[in-house]
């Protein structure tokens, strides 16, 4: 809306696009039965408006649809994995039947690393932070029984992410399901690993090659696809505040919008291919206004400063994950009103989806019935809370608003920091060079090290830990991998590389090879090596003998 726009006119604009849109079929009323609007704002003019605006419309900060959840309510997406792919297909299987809409692959540290099963630096962690994925067999097993073509799919996974993409669009082939109607998620943010996670597999520049291919072959083939999930998540895990995840991971999502440019692509066709990955923390004001204020920045700087015209390049759709850091191994039970807590943070700030992290997960891969704890805490806020009825319920608050346009301030003043490292004017550059001099890095560790002191002096207090320790809370059973694990993902692993043609996988990955040296997509021959059943770390390391290994820089 602008600025001086009456407040009937731009009401009467929202509710035409409110009648117009679908409505799910239930009622909207408080628990003692009294209607409510759909949306509210003020009776008459006000100065803020302009920036506050109605849902489903530019500036986005209210929300991207009229209707809110009363249209869709956000996915139910929980984040499993664990163990080999037939243990970790059970467990979704189980996610689904209990209602979850969508499901988030969490991979172990070997495939997160681009390493098979079997190769020496990963003994002893396969399938304990996630699932072993191996080769296209694994994928196959994963979502046996699974409809890829109806089910959607997130997957956490960076440095490797381009060949675990190309395993997820062979095994969907196998199911009959032509890659064009996939739809789902991959993360492959390198820059956040740089900043923050620390898996990468090469140096920036051929990550982003990979990246950029891969948007390229969405972009054309799969355009419901989103190849790529901007992570703040891991940002703020590592300590940053609310307002470096934000500006950090917004300028990653800037440097990926530059990237697609830079190959000559449509950012009206290519920008709603970007998607996001937020924490929400403890904070539960600081949270909401975070959620909002990403959105506000995100549609005007894809208009006014990379050209998006349509509604849909300038939106800002991200998933949830409650903060993994805010749990605790003392009293591990308050886990469930923490997370409770942040999920509703989550949900008045407008996610699209949402993972809620299980009470046992500080200190173990998730019990059967934490997970389905974690899973029952959305839909008790979905079901029963009423927080579905009305759109952007805090907006207007005044604590809200003004907490949004802060974050918004110092998001921006640490925009231009970025911009100015880079020399060219460029995100992208002043990305690099700030990964180049660990200035990132050394901005979370100031951070972290701020709330660790707070904490040790007793300014921050955290229930159970340096305040009301006494419990009468029992020790917990939690859920172990055993050796046996991976003792028998080595097996199969052999058995396979057994039986497979040797000669199809030397002529794939020899194509590979030949590809990564020269401006050619890479995605094709990467296809044609997963069809062969080339495992993922034979395709690393070709890549790896190509392009080479990276070390960050040492900061002192």
């Not at 991959?186 to 923050?196: C, G, M, R, S, V």
């Not at 703020?236 to 505040?241: K, L, N, Q, V, Y």
């Not at 950012?267 to 924490?279: K, Q, R």
């Not at 349509?310 to 998933?319: S, V």
Request: overall charge negative; glycine content about 10%.
């Amino acid at each position: 809306m602008q600025p001086d726009e009456p407040i009937e006119a731009g009401r009467a604009r929202w509710q035409a696009r409110y009648d117009a849109a679908f409505k799910r079929d239930r009622e909207f009323r408080t628990l003692s039965g009294l209607d409510v609007d759909p949306v509210y704002g003020p009776p008459g003019a006000d100065p803020r408006f302009g920036r506050i605006g109605w849902p489903g419309e530019f500036p986005f900060t209210r929300g991207l649809y009229a209707t809110g959840y009363r249209g869709r309510p956000w996915t139910i997406r929980q984040f499993a994995g664990f163990g080999n792919a037939r243990q970790t297909n059970e467990r979704y299987k189980m996610i689904l039947g209990a209602g979850g809409g969508g499901l988030s692959v969490a991979f172990d540290m070997p495939t997160l690393m681009g390493r098979d099963s079997d190769d020496p630096r990963s003994l002893g962690e396969v399938g304990h932070c996630g699932v072993a994925v191996d080769s296209a067999l694994d994928m196959d097993l994963l979502f046996d029984g699974i409809p890829l073509g109806e089910v959607t799919t997130s997957m956490t996974i960076s440095g490797p992410a381009v060949p675990i993409f190309c395993m997820y669009v062979v095994a969907a082939e196998r199911q009959g399901v032509p890659a064009g109607r996939l739809n789902g998620t991959l993360q492959t943010d390198i820059f956040k690993e740089y900043i923050a996670q620390k898996e990468w597999l090469f140096a920036p520049e051929p990550h982003l090659r990979l990246i950029g291919d891969l948007m390229e072959f969405c972009a054309a083939e799969i355009p419901a696809y989103k190849p790529l999930s901007v992570s703040g998540y891991h940002i703020r895990e590592a300590g940053s505040t609310a307002a470096q995840e934000l500006a950090f991971t917004l300028a990653d999502g800037f440097g990926y919008v530059e990237l697609g440019l830079s190959r000559g692509l449509d950012v009206d066709v290519f920008a709603p291919g970007l998607s996001f990955f937020f924490d929400a923390h403890i904070d539960f004001f600081e949270e909401i206004a975070k959620f909002r204020a990403a959105r506000r920045i995100w549609a005007r700087w894809m208009r006014d400063v990379y050209g998006a015209r349509t509604e849909k390049a300038q939106w800002l759709r991200f998933h949830t994950q409650t903060a993994g850091v805010s749990l605790t191994a003392q009293q591990p039970d308050n886990n469930i009103v923490r997370t409770a807590v942040e999920a509703l943070a989550a949900v008045l700030g407008g996610t699209n989806s949402l993972h809620t992290n299980a009470l046992d997960e500080v200190l173990a891969l998730p019990s059967e019935k934490a997970a389905e704890i974690a899973l029952r805490t959305q839909q008790v806020i979905m079901e029963e809370t009423e927080v579905v009825n009305v759109v952007d319920p805090l907006g207007g608050s005044w604590y809200v608003e003004a907490l949004t346009d802060r974050l918004e301030a110092e998001a921006e003043e640490i925009f231009a920091r970025i911009r100015d490292m880079g020399g060219d004017g460029t995100m992208t550059a002043g990305i690099l060079r700030g990964i180049e001099d660990g200035w990132f890095m050394s901005e979370i560790a100031e951070s972290a090290f701020d709330y660790q002191r707070k904490l040790e002096k007793g300014d921050k207090r955290i229930v159970g830990v340096n305040c009301h320790t006494s419990t009468v809370e029992e020790p917990l059973e939690i859920l172990r991998i055993g050796h046996e694990v991976e003792a028998e993902q080595r097996r199969v692993l052999a058995e396979r590389r057994g039986a497979r043609d040797r000669q199809a996988v030397d002529a794939a990955l020899a194509a590979l090879r030949s590809a990564s040296g020269t401006a050619e997509n890479m995605i094709p021959p990467m296809l044609a090596a997963v069809r062969a059943e080339a495992t993922l770390g034979e395709i690393c390391d070709v890549l790896r003998e190509e392009w080479g290994t990276y070390s960050e820089p040492a900061a002192f």
